[in-house]
């Protein structure tokens, strides 16, 4: 699949400061999960605003950072810090993280995120592996030439088989993709629910899309930051995703780690 020269550019940018051509693992950070760079050995730390044509984080919780290192005998790229289109991004720029991570020829590409809980079963601080999607205003475009539904449930269950063999409790569902850049209300969440949302965020769901349209091999997670809107009494607000993402993000760096150095079957 060729990927758009602005994307060479780049990855030739990074290898002349010292990057190697081939990297094994990418893993974007969702928000508040950015502590996870600080497992990479021997870093070399990149900021987005040093690469050129590459787009600037502006949320809160995600620093904006390229961080290139080792995990054990893996090579790994980590994005620390994503672009939503509620910040004003295209798809187009939404999904460059994974366009790199490509043009990197990463064997697997790990996505997380912060998403509230929809599902009545799950607790803030529960990991869900994402095994679908749900976009209920269908802004997005699924390449018609992949079964997404066959390639999804898969991977998914690979993730579910490491984080079980490591003895870590995770969730598995579907995630209901919204734009944002506001919380919903609870109107909204209730019908997610119907629909069959398990958790909802603002992010991922175009990454994932892209990672398949490109052939890159990709697994989702969600850490439930937050029961979504309705489902208590309390306002949501952003401290408490960073909250629930610090309290949970030493179980989140051991999946990680543990999809990173798994032997690709
Ligand atoms: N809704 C949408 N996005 C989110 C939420 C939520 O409740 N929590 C974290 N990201």
Do not use: C, W
């Not at 990479?40 to 984080?57: A, H, K």
């Not at 601080?125 to 749900?134: A, N, R, T, Y």
């Not at 998914?156 to 995770?170: C, H, Y």
């Not at 997610?192 to 990672?211: C, K």
Request: aromatic share 8%; charged share 20%.
């Amino acid at each position: 699949m060729s990927l758009p020269e602005a994307i060479h550019n780049i990855h030739s940018f990074l290898t002349e400061k010292g990057a190697p051509n081939y990297i094994d693992a990418a893993v974007i950070l969702g928000s508040g999960l950015g502590g996870f760079g600080d497992e990479i050995q021997n870093p070399l730390i990149v900021p987005y605003s040093d690469i050129p044509g590459f787009p600037q984080s502006t949320v809160e919780g995600h620093s904006g950072s390229l961080i290139i290192g080792n995990i054990d005998q893996k090579t790994v790229l980590a994005f620390s810090g994503r672009f939503h289109f509620y910040e004003g991004y295209g798809f187009d720029k939404t999904v460059l993280p994974v366009q790199l991570a490509n043009a990197f020829n990463v064997e697997k590409l790990i996505i997380s995120n912060a998403a509230g809980g929809i599902n009545l079963d799950f607790k803030v601080g529960d990991l869900m592996v994402i095994d679908s999607i749900l976009s209920p205003t269908k802004e997005l475009e699924f390449p018609e030439s992949i079964d997404v539904n066959k390639l999804f449930s898969e991977n998914a269950a690979t993730v579910k088989e490491i984080a079980d063999s490591l003895g870590i409790r995770t969730q598995k569902g579907s995630y209901l993709y919204v734009t944002g850049p506001n919380y919903e209300t609870k109107a909204e969440i209730h019908a997610f629910r119907f629909l069959g949302g398990d958790a909802v965020g603002m992010s991922t769901a175009p990454e994932l899309i892209e990672a398949a349209r490109v052939g890159t091999k990709a697994v989702a997670i969600s850490l439930i930051t937050n029961a979504a809107a309705g489902v208590t009494d309390q306002k949501l607000d952003h401290a408490e995703v960073k909250d629930a993402a610090d309290a949970k993000k030493d179980v989140f760096a051991e999946l990680v780690k543990g999809i990173i150095s798994r032997q690709q079957s």
